[in-house]
């Protein structure tokens, strides 16, 4: 089945995984991507290993971002290496990188040089803190800037505990997101004026709007609460909750008034309805724990099993916390099409996390696999126009 985005040239610069993350949404939907690494290849390819855990074992996060993309080894400290890369961009439609201005300009393949030399490109940089301003080289791994400098990680920390360190990628596969929007959005307005683009993308701003609810409510307000304790939580019917087996899960019921009664039939305690302690929004924020305590006494009388039917019956909004094991399992992921397959660095049929849209008539249930370093470097010089004697004296010059 043809991707939406067929005939869509995509030529990336990137390592690690917002800039990587970007391309390979790109190349799920159907573009064709030549990923462009260095001889040692992008550090991702071995991410356990400098993480001093063991080297080869199965890496799902580069299958991830990666998976049906050409590898194409070029030295771009070498001037046939730069001439190759200018080449290719000459041929591009979108160019995603997430190296660092600096380094950028080095390489003279910053934004106003290549932009300079091929006007029709949409230019995709992905950085930490953007490209102007005093830290614009500074290094920024979501931890940093996307979790901790833009206010995230405050926001979801407990006063006065350390903040949490959050899951690897989740600020880069965010920002990966908001980068595949702008590049869209700048393709579209290329077809409408011939014109390519800059789409500048950094981890601080995707942070800054993924909480801009909360830091507009700070610009206007002046303050904004940090997390309760779940057992002091102002919101006690927005709470996690754990059943007589052990089974966490979210109680979701957001509109007091609407929620309320249901929740209270579930539970058995009808006489609460009408109680002036729980009576409205603000009501329920000052006896909060007396209501924690009532819903904790009730759902640890009884299994999940149990709950999941008498939800049901009361319309009582909530959702399991699930393990990732169990989200593999979990037939929901399955009917709405989560999972796609792909194989491994050794050939084997493998699960992989589908992007997270889905284009109807434009399914796919399997994915090619995330290519070898340096796998498709001869192919894509030849289609450049280089002869055989020329890509044999690059491969022996990035292999030095």
């Known amino acids: 089945m043809s991707g939406m985005l067929e005939g869509v040239k995509v030529v990336e610069l990137a390592i690690w995984i917002a800039g990587p993350s970007a391309a390979g949404l790109l190349a799920d ?18 991410a356990y290993g400098s993480l001093g855990l063991r080297e080869y074992l199965p890496n799902a996060p580069f299958i991830f971002n990666n998976r049906g993309k050409r590898s194409v080894v070029l030295d771009l ?31 003279g393949i910053d934004h106003a040089t290549a932009m300079a030399e091929h006007p029709h490109l949409v230019y995709c940089t992905s950085t930490g803190y953007g490209l102007t301003g005093p830290e614009r080289n500074t290094a920024g791994y979501d931890v940093a800037a996307f979790f901790g400098r833009s206010g995230f990680a405050h926001q979801i920390t407990e006063a006065g505990q350390g903040a949490i360190t959050s899951r690897s990628a989740i600020g880069d596969n965010t920002t990966g997101m908001a980068s595949v929007a702008g ?3 700048a393709l579209h307005h290329r077809n409408r004026t011939g014109q390519g683009q800059v789409v500048e993308a950094s981890l601080l701003r995707t942070g800054m709007w993924v909480i801009g609810g909360d830091l507009g409510t700070q610009a206007i307000l002046g303050k904004i609460r940090q997390p309760d304790t779940r057992t002091e939580s102002s919101t006690p019917l927005i709470n996690s909750y754990r059943t007589a087996d052990g ?36 009501d329920l924020i ?17 299994t999940m099993d149990h709950w999941r039917e008498v939800f049901a019956t009361h319309d ?8 990732p094991a169990q989200v593999l399992d979990d037939p929901q992921a399955h009917a709405t099409g989560g999972f796609v397959e792909t194989r491994d660095m050794e050939g084997n049929v493998v699960r992989s996390v589908n992007s997270p849209i889905n284009f109807h008539g434009h399914e796919r249930s399997e994915m090619a696999p995330a290519p070898e370093l340096g796998q498709h470097t001869a192919d894509v010089l030849r289609e450049l126009g280089y002869d055989d004697a020329q890509i044999d004296a690059m491969l022996a010059a990035a292999r030095r």
Do not use: C
């Not at 249901?262 to 009808?270: K, N, S």
């Open 247 to 282: 089974v966490w899960f979210y109680l979701i019921a957001v509109e007091v008034v609407r929620h309320f009664p249901g929740l209270m039939r579930a539970i058995g305690r009808d006489d609460l309805i009408g109680d002036e302690r729980f009576a409205t929004a603000t």
């Open 77 to 107: 400290q070498s001037d046939e290496g730069r001439q190759a890369m200018h080449k290719l961009l000459a041929e591009a439609d979108v160019f995603i990188t997430n190296l660092r201005p600096g380094a950028l300009e080095r390489l």
């Open 286 to 302: 000052r006896h909060r724990r007396d209501m924690i305590a009532i819903l904790d006494e009730a759902f640890s009388s009884h």
């Open 29 to 46: 939907w159907g573009a064709e991507v030549v990923k462009v690494e260095p001889p040692e290849g992008d550090p991702m390819r071995n």
């Open 316 to 323: 009582v909004w909530w959702a399991p916390i699930q393990s």
């Open 183 to 185: 590049i869209l959005a």
